[in-house]
């Protein structure tokens, strides 16, 4: 079946250092792929997403390219603020009625 | 913009007890999908309805049920609650677009989410 792997948290990082999150995913086909972001006490929001192979999505500094060879798609940023502390789920989605499927999540602790 | 309304966001309620969640779409929505995040845990899926109709079902309790009424908004009833069942339920919402026998989605596949509700069972 579809499913995604996430790397183990928590990632604890000091201010302005350089964050990768691994992911890979287990799909036939060609899923779009997400990163979706959970701050302390909130719900989930979209972080950025790529719909199909090579394409990257970025938004706020982070950056993941959609890895069809490799079947992967890490998250990055080059310099993480305290205010980036959140858990990060990585996921897939078809198109149409198919559901969305999360990762374990990633926890992201930035330290001053 | 108008986001996904969910409500309430905080209930507490005693074991076997009954409780009602709300999820409101953004306009224009036709599907919704419901999902159960456990304390550090992944979002799980429940189920999913299109345009009223179930349109998928994921590890949803038979305790469990939910429907989406004429104006798209969803319900999710929860009945015999267990401790277990203490959680964060999140409503999520998208546009599917029917084109020439196939259902894709409008905005290649995102969903947006409700800030969630969070049941606590006593």
């Known amino acids: 079946g579809n499913s995604v792997t996430q790397m183990e948290g928590p990632v604890t990082l000091s201010e302005e250092a350089f964050l990768t999150i691994n992911c890979t995913y287990t799909?036939?086909?060609?899923?779009?792929l997400f990163w979706y972001v959970q701050y302390p006490g909130e719900g989930l929001q979209l972080l950025l997403k790529?719909?199909?192979?090579?394409d990257k999505g970025s938004n706020k500094g982070f950056e993941a390219t959609y890895r069809k060879e490799t079947t992967s798609f890490h998250l990055e940023k080059g310099s993480v603020q305290v205010s980036d502390s959140a858990v990060y789920f990585c996921?897939?989605?078809?198109?149409?009625?198919?559901?969305?499927?999360f990762g374990t999540g990633t926890r992201l602790l930035v330290s001053p | 913009a108008a986001g996904v309304i969910q409500s309430p966001r905080h209930l507490i309620k005693e074991k076997r007890e009954t409780a009602t969640l709300k999820c409101y779409p953004i306009?224009?929505?036709?599907?919704v999908y419901w999902y159960q995040q456990g304390p550090g845990q992944d979002p799980q899926f429940l189920i999913s309805?299109?345009?009223?109709?179930?349109?998928d079902k994921g590890s949803i309790p038979d305790r469990f049920s939910a429907q989406q009424f004429s104006d798209y908004h969803s319900e999710l009833n929860m009945s015999s609650l267990e401790l277990g069942d203490s959680a964060l339920y999140f409503c999520?919402?998208?546009?599917?677009?029917?084109?020439?026998?196939?259902?894709?989605?409008?905005?290649?596949?995102?969903?947006?989410f409700g800030e969630g509700s969070r049941l606590t069972v006593l």
């Open positions: 999520a919402s998208s546009y599917l677009i029917l084109t020439s026998g196939d259902v894709i989605d409008s905005n290649t596949g995102e969903l947006f």
């Open positions: 799909a036939t086909g060609y899923p779009s």
């Open positions: 790529a719909t199909k192979a090579d």
């Open positions: 996921a897939l989605k078809y198109t149409g009625f198919q559901k969305l499927v």
């Open positions: 306009p224009r929505h036709d599907t």
């Open positions: 309805f299109y345009e009223k109709m179930q349109s």
